[in-house]
């Protein structure tokens, strides 16, 4: 099974994880949420979807140097070991 190096830029998952970097197994991006989720709590979810279920638009996964929303990495599966920048929605501004 790959391993999946998490890189965790900043944010909310971050702070949950008290993280900056992790690794899980795992052959989809899906299951790393899973994953995530059963270590850290249905938190995990709240950052990448809203309460009806809809991936957050704005969070950005970087694999192999392109960027993706949540929607367009949920089906992705993986067959070699690879690195993903989590990059959160950021709040606020002028």
Do not use: C
């Not at 790393?32 to 709240?46: A, F, W």
């Amino acid at each position: 099974m790959p391993k999946i190096t998490l890189r965790l830029m900043f944010g909310p998952l971050r702070s949950l994880t008290g993280l900056e970097e992790l690794t899980i197994e795992a052959e989809e991006f899906k299951e790393i949420l899973d994953n995530l989720s059963r270590k850290y709590g249905e938190q995990v979810y709240e950052i990448f979807f809203s309460k009806n279920g809809s991936p957050h638009p704005f969070n950005h996964i970087i694999i192999d140097g392109k960027t993706y929303t949540v929607q367009e990495a949920l089906n992705m599966k993986f067959k070699e070991d690879k690195t993903i920048y989590l990059w959160p929605a950021l709040d606020g501004g002028v």
